[in-house]
């Protein structure tokens, strides 16, 4: 049960953590890209600054340029060895691959690897970068899916769930799901175009976050500017906002604020993140660890950062930084911004996910009476078909070949084709 609810939390704990490292991976990015290697140097360890003098940084960054060329993409692992995140690097010259460690917000290793194996979860003829807006801080990278046929069609913009997820619901070998790819192929098959991205600080979007404390409403901000250029573009009818987990809560506020013909949420929480943690948590905390837990909570819905000591069960989830993020994210309820929302909606809930239960969505669904309620037999929460045993449903988490519910796309496309006329 350890195994698996360690994995449910994965995607929080990852972005809390995550934000930190993919500062300084983006940083690095940048300088290597703009030949500043001695900003490189600023960012080392002092034991990488012993082992690798500036002359010699120097020397090393302008060798490996010359024979790798620039760096073409970033992957994070999504496993941490202590308190090491690890970021892979891929070149335009595909000889290796380099993996850079960064540890306490410092670069605290670099080390040649062989080129990764081309991964189902990293397909760039599939996931082309043809399709980007620009927040405040950079540049957002995404993909455009359109259908065959001529003439305006309706477009849904894909919002992803918590964590460093990318625009096909990818995390690295633990959450390798390709759903959010096969969806939007799905629609295109279906006369329906989409766009999908990866979020600030991940994947192909890592330059597009300078700070540490990412909150809700800077998610919420970029996808209004996917909507905003997707309404604009007359090659499209209309505009439909489709948020999965976390990124149905981001897709709901974002739908207040910019009134999209229609809404779509799969497999949304009922309320807000630190209710939902406490219902993961709960089954698997001591009586003592979860009045520690609920005492921590109750401060940040006051509005309150802790500094206390925290059980090590838990203790990852409450970095300062994923208590700026929790605290921004607790304004927004998703029970109380669902009435608000007078377009038609689908909330979509499955029998079988473990993250965040089908009652959830039929809960939403009684509150807005525009809503079309669908919960889908033995569909877990990555949209996949999977038994309710838990080892066996946490298995499909990393089986990206595994296609998507064949119960799902009938009912998005349906939806649409019914509202959106």
């Known amino acids: 049960m350890k195994k698996v609810i360690l994995l449910l939390l994965n995607c929080f704990i990852l972005s809390s953590s995550f934000g930190q490292a993919s500062t300084i991976i983006a940083k690095f990015s940048r300088f290597y890209k703009a030949n500043q290697a001695d900003s490189i140097y600023t960012l080392f360890s002092a034991p990488m600054k012993s082992a690798l003098h500036a002359e010699g940084n120097r020397q090393f960054f302008k060798e490996m340029k010359e024979q790798l060329g620039e760096i073409t993409g970033t992957t994070a692992s999504p496993v941490q060895t202590g308190s090491i995140t690890e970021f892979r690097l891929s070149f335009e010259k595909p000889i290796m691959d380099y993996a850079v460690y960064i540890e306490n917000e410092k670069v605290a290793g670099i080390y040649q690897k062989e080129i990764s194996k081309k991964r189902a979860d990293a397909l760039p003829d599939e996931s082309p970068d043809n399709f980007s807006v620009e927040n405040k801080i950079g540049k957002l990278y995404g993909t455009l899916t359109l259908p065959k046929q001529q003439g305006k069609v309706p477009v849904v913009v894909m919002i992803g769930g918590s964590g460093p997820t990318d625009r096909n619901m990818n995390q690295g070998k633990e959450l390798s799901t390709n759903s959010f790819l096969m969806l939007a192929k799905g629609l295109a098959a279906n006369g329906i175009a989409a766009v999908r991205y990866d979020k600030r600080a991940v994947g192909k979007s890592a330059g597009a976050n300078k700070t540490l404390n990412i909150l809700l409403d800077d998610y919420i901000e970029d996808a209004n500017l996917f909507f905003n250029k997707l309404s604009a573009d007359n090659r499209f009818s209309k ?161 990206p070949s595994l296609p998507l519910h064949p119960g799902l796309l009938p009912v998005i496309t349906a939806f649409i084709k019914s509202n959106i006329k």
Do not use: W
Request: proline share 6%.
């Open 239 to 399: 505009v439909i906002i489709l948020g999965h987990s976390e990124g149905a809560l981001i897709g709901l506020i974002s739908a207040l604020q910019v009134k999209p013909a229609a809404y779509i949420s799969l497999c949304g929480m009922e309320h807000n993140l630190i209710d939902l943690m406490g219902q993961q948590l709960k089954p698997v905390l001591s009586p003592q660890d979860y009045q520690v837990f609920r005492e921590v909570a109750d401060s940040l819905k006051a509005g309150k950062m802790v500094s206390r000591a925290m059980p090590s069960t838990f203790a990852p989830l409450f970095t300062p930084s994923s208590q700026s993020f929790l605290i921004s994210s607790l304004k927004y309820d998703a029970s109380t911004e669902i009435k608000k929302l007078n377009i038609p909606l689908l909330v979509v809930g499955g029998t079988t996910d473990i993250q965040i239960p089908a009652v959830a969505a039929t809960h939403l669904a009684k509150l807005n009476s525009r809503a079309t309620l669908k919960i889908i037999p033995e569909m877990n929460h990555i949209l996949k078909r999977a038994p309710s045993d838990q080892a066996l449903n946490v298995a499909t988490y990393s089986i």
